[in-house]
């Protein structure tokens, strides 16, 4: 094993010892997802890519999704050990979501020929 992620292993024993990270939510690959933060509160950190990765908040993943709660709960309940950038780039990439040129939100763009918020 190498001696950094030795260390980060460390990091997350400490913040699960304090309480800012709950056990129960670590997967067997190491993926740290917390429904419970992501739905309770912006600012605790929800989801954690891998054992070494950035921490995100549940108010990362909304600005990322352009301030769109149902997009950032897709992202949240889809990510599954990648980044949420890379996971919304995935998305982009093969057409399942894009973004809006008239009002510059995020939409679910598969089979759809145009933006649905702008009719609303
Ligand atoms: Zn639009």
Redesign the pocket.
Known sequence: MIKGSQSERRIFQDAIALGQLQKKCFSKRGIYKNSEAFYRSLSRVCFIPKIAGRRYTGEDLLELSLGQKEIAEEMFLSIDGQDPEAWLDELFRIGELAI??????I?QSYMVP?????RK
Not at 100 to 105: D, L, Q, V, Y
Not at 114 to 118: A, I, S, Y
């Open positions: 809006c040129p008239i009002c510059n939100r939409y145009e933006c649905p918020l702008c």
